[in-house]
């Protein structure tokens, strides 16, 4: 007959169940296990332990191997097949190896050999409530976790070496336009995803363990909802060896704001036109004044309409750069490459530049050596990007100083720097330097006219050639930007 411990259930409190066939054992379990403060409920026999399992959950299940009618391996069997979460701890009078390695095959969490002291029945339950706990804290971590990734907007899919489906969620199956049958274990080739996402996840198998980068790509869909430009990205995912057990990949459906930012670059560029037409009159005229064409100028006079077109200068060079970005971001500015004699570029920007470096006594010079390699590269792109690093180092330095040009060629890589004895960067400022309209802002620079764009115009065109810059300095000591750029294939 069932017996149970009447004590008054608490939230949290671990269930056992004690399943033997002598009242002398299953007594002394409900004693011992009581006191520890578990809620302990016993049966006679393994029908009667069954049906109570049928009845309610137990997170523990101490069960006699040799019972008559319905053995513990019965039961056993049992629970594995309909709770497989619960705790089984075998009882046997019969203390051999082979019965229990046979229990614990069948899926037992542990055995205790009849006799066993208190001690030994505590012991073994308290490492099978723990490992229950820990089993249950992973269930409950895998259960948010499905309801998160579940609720992401962006479509998030897992898959193995062998490129089968782990995981993916609701928003990842609509952006491949996919309504069927569960995908768990499917292969990823099953699906049309497409051949630039599958070789983003092949390249992510292959990477070396060592290494950690993101492989993104913007890929054109056409499905159910017309056309939509996707970003994906994928990474490998790693074990706790450190060895690639799978990747992961994320859709971003950015088709709107693919379109917002083509409306905001139509925008600027029709201003910046707008703009520019008049300025340029302007200038013209202003020069006309300047000159002294139009009369003669008294000194108060000259003074305010120098100071009008050092800032229509600097009006105009901001057109230009938001002329330069919005062609950059629409892709024109890279979009046509050739093999660039970069030796001869810097010289012609060298000697272009002396004008405006004289007018600080500032002194340009050139280290390149006799041969060098021509760079994968558009030609005025590159012009954009040096034009803008002497510009600036002349900008940012003091009278009487330095900038010097200086290239080499590393592995397959031109690298050229400008390196200057301005007035440098402070660390704080290093990191946001590229972006767009920052501008460091202290007691030196503030009075210095500029956009904050063209670093970040040469950013963009140098990421855009498939290349780097890196920036170093020492506050009072100087600058020095570092370009690296594919060599072309000659």
Do not use: W
């Not at 490129?163 to 993916?168: E, Q």
């Not at 904050?452 to 000591?477: E, F, M, N, R, Y």
Request: hydrophobic share 40%; proline share 4%; with cysteine.
């Amino acid at each position: 007959m069932k017996e149970t411990v009447p004590v008054v259930e608490e939230p949290g409190r671990s269930k056992i169940l004690v399943v033997d066939d002598e009242p002398r054992i299953r007594d002394a379990c409900r004693m011992v296990l009581s006191e520890e403060g578990f809620e302990v409920a016993l049966a006679a026999d393994g029908n009667e332990g069954v049906q109570m399992i049928r009845e309610e959950h137990f997170d523990v299940i101490l069960v006699d191997l040799m019972m008559p009618v319905l053995s513990g391996f019965e039961v056993l069997s049992y629970v594995r097949e309909s709770h497989p979460d619960t705790v089984v701890i075998v009882i046997t009078g019969y203390a051999t190896l082979e019965h229990s390695i046979n229990a614990m095959k069948r899926g037992a969490f542990d055995f205790i050999p009849k006799p066993f002291t208190p001690d030994q029945l505590r012991a073994v339950v308290a490492k099978a409530i723990k490992y229950n706990r820990a089993l249950q804290d992973i269930a409950d971590t895998n259960s948010r976790l499905k309801t998160m990734v579940n609720r992401l907007t962006d479509g998030v899919m897992a898959s193995d070496r062998d490129k089968k489906v782990v995981v993916a969620n609701p928003a990842f199956l609509h952006l491949i336009d996919y309504h069927g049958e569960p995908v768990r274990g499917r292969a990823v080739t099953d699906f049309d995803i497409g051949e630039q996402l599958l070789t983003l996840i092949d390249q992510a198998l292959v990477m070396p363990d060592d290494t950690f980068t993101e492989l993104t790509a913007e890929i054109t869909r056409t499905g159910e909802g017309g056309e939509r430009i996707v970003r994906a990205t994928c990474v490998p995912f790693r074990g706790r060896n450190g060895v690639t057990i799978g990747t992961i990949t994320v859709l971003s459906d950015i088709t709107a704001l693919k379109e917002f930012d083509r409306i905001r670059s139509d925008f600027v560029s029709m201003v910046c036109h707008e703009v520019r037409s008049p300025m340029n009159s302007m200038m013209m005229q202003l020069k006309v004044v300047l000159d002294g064409l139009a009369g003669e100028l008294s000194g108060r006079q000259r003074e305010i309409l120098e100071r009008v077109s050092e800032k229509m200068n600097g009006l105009t060079t901001m057109v230009s750069e938001l002329l330069d970005l919005s062609r950059l971001e629409s892709g024109l500015i890279a979009s046509e490459k050739s093999a660039v004699n970069m030796a001869e570029l810097f010289r012609e920007q060298i000697a272009f530049h002396e004008a405006n470096g004289a007018r600080k006594e500032i002194t340009l010079t050139l280290d390149v050596p006799e041969s060098l390699p021509p760079a994968l590269a558009n030609q005025r792109s590159m012009e954009e990007v040096v034009t803008n690093l002497i510009t600036n180092a002349i900008k940012y330095s003091p009278e009487g100083s330095t900038v010097r040009l200086m290239a080499r060629i590393e592995n397959e890589y031109l690298r050229f720097s400008v390196r200057d004895n301005g007035y440098g960067i402070p660390e704080e400022d290093l990191k946001r330097i590229f972006d767009r309209f920052y501008r460091v802002n202290d007691e030196n620079t503030r009075a210095i006219v500029g956009t904050g764009l063209g670093l970040a115009i040469v950013k963009s065109i140098v990421d855009a050639h498939h290349g780097s810059i890196k920036v170093t300095s020492t506050p009072g000591s100087g600058s020095t930007f570092t370009v690296l750029l594919p060599l072309a294939d000659i």
